[in-house]
């Protein structure tokens, strides 16, 4: 595996592929790669000819500076474990080749980006993610792209802007891996103490009661959530948000009449986690074995 950090270094690395007509494969990461980057990874490297990891931590999105400050960063752990899963190329930018002296260009998704984590970090946070996932697609101009469904609003608003500007890149979403306990795995689990790491298993285990009322019968949005609230509070837990809503618009359902995507937000001592689970009514048995079968 080779690493550049320029966009020209970059091109110039996938024009001969491109010329043969090879199928180029990005996975957008931040780094502190974990078992979920790395089934991006894996996924890119069965589908696409050549595989580019980007390794950036885009300080646009972060609206707190003491989070950019305290994200963890590991970069020759990173490269390592990119390369051992297979990728060809590791595009590891700086800020200025990124955002270079006099940058004045955002954009911008509306309507999917309001609630949740738009409502939760701020107006500027997605901009900063549509901007800079747009910046890496004309950067390496990749045949497709490869996300996890853990950043389920973000999946969807990156859908959206592909679609909408008409971007010559397919978005590949894959599911969330989590371990063993069902913790989704995070790059900002590393910054949980062991009794955090312990306490922050109830975000899991609080969607899954919402999974298991649905599949008992329940279809009555603040029945199925006052358990999982209940679950929360035991281990001391106080969610941003704990919602239902349409997995296509994020929309909140107030009664189950179909797939829903039950999404929670939450902070564990400093550290904010999210997860969600993609519930169906008459499958949210298999949905949930599905959802075990990705623990590594």
Same mark, same amino acid.
């Given at each position: 595996?080779?690493?550049?950090?320029?966009?020209?270094?970059?091109?110039?690395?996938?024009?001969?592929?491109?010329?043969?007509?090879?199928?180029?494969?990005?996975?957008?990461?931040?780094?502190?790669?974990?078992?979920?980057?790395?089934?991006?990874?894996?996924?890119?490297?069965?589908?696409?000819?050549?595989?580019?990891?980007?390794?950036?931590?885009?300080?646009?999105?972060?609206?707190?500076?003491?989070?950019?400050?305290?994200?963890?960063?590991?970069?020759?752990?990173?490269?390592?474990?990119?390369?051992?899963?297979?990728?060809?190329?590791?595009?590891?930018?700086?800020? /200025?080749?990124?955002?270079?002296?006099?940058?004045?260009?955002?954009?911008?998704?509306?309507?999917?980006?309001?609630?949740?984590?738009?409502?939760?970090?701020?107006?500027?946070?997605?901009?900063?993610?549509?901007?800079?996932?747009?910046?890496?697609?004309?950067?390496?101009?990749?045949?497709?792209?490869?996300?996890?469904q853990k950043d389920a609003q973000q999946a969807l608003v990156i859908r959206?802007?592909?679609?909408?500007?008409?971007?010559?890149?397919?978005?590949?979403?894959?599911?969330?891996?989590?371990?063993?306990?069902?913790?989704?795995?995070?790059?900002?689990?590393?910054?949980?103490?062991?009794?955090?790491?312990?306490?922050?298993?109830?975000?899991?285990?609080?969607?899954?009661?919402?999974?298991?009322?649905?599949?008992?019968?329940?279809?009555d949005a603040g029945q199925l959530l006052a358990p999982a609230r209940a679950?929360? /509070?035991?281990?001391?837990?106080?969610?941003?948000?704990?919602?239902?809503?349409?997995?296509?618009?994020?929309?909140?359902?107030?009664?189950?009449?179909? /797939?829903?995507?039950?999404?929670?937000?939450?902070?564990?001592?400093?550290?904010?986690?999210?997860?969600?689970?993609?519930?169906?009514?008459?499958?949210?048995?298999?949905?949930?074995?599905?959802?075990?079968?990705?623990?590594?």
């Amino acid at each position: 595996m080779k690493t550049v950090d320029t966009v020209q270094a970059l091109r110039a690395e996938l024009a001969p592929a491109r010329r043969r007509g090879e199928t180029i494969g990005l996975v957008p990461t931040m780094g502190a790669l974990h078992a979920g980057h790395l089934s991006l990874i894996a996924a890119a490297r069965r589908r696409c000819d050549v595989v580019v990891v980007s390794l950036f931590v885009n300080p646009t999105q972060f609206n707190d500076p003491t989070d950019l400050t305290a994200y963890p960063r590991d970069a020759a752990r990173d490269a390592g474990l990119a390369a051992a899963e297979g990728a060809d190329l590791l595009f590891a930018p700086t800020v /200025e080749e990124v955002y270079p002296d006099g940058f004045a260009t955002t954009v911008s998704v509306s309507e999917l980006t309001e609630g949740l984590e738009g409502a939760g970090r701020g107006p500027g946070h997605f901009d900063g993610v549509t901007t800079v996932v747009t910046k890496l697609f004309n950067m390496a101009m990749p045949d497709v792209a490869f996300f996890g469904q853990k950043d389920a609003q973000q999946a969807l608003v990156i859908r959206r802007m592909v679609r909408d500007l008409n971007m010559p890149v397919r978005i590949e979403v894959r599911p969330t891996v989590r371990d063993s306990d069902g913790l989704a795995l995070s790059s900002r689990n590393a910054l949980l103490s062991p009794a955090q790491r312990e306490q922050a298993t109830a975000l899991s285990r609080a969607l899954a009661v919402v999974g298991e009322g649905i599949q008992a019968g329940g279809r009555d949005a603040g029945q199925l959530l006052a358990p999982a609230r209940a679950e929360l /509070e035991r281990n001391g837990l106080s969610p941003e948000y704990l919602e239902l809503v349409a997995p296509d618009t994020l929309e909140p359902v107030t009664t189950v009449t179909g /797939e829903v995507l039950a999404v929670i937000a939450a902070r564990v001592g400093t550290t904010r986690l999210i997860d969600n689970f993609l519930i169906h009514p008459v499958a949210a048995a298999a949905s949930a074995v599905a959802d075990r079968d990705e623990r590594p």
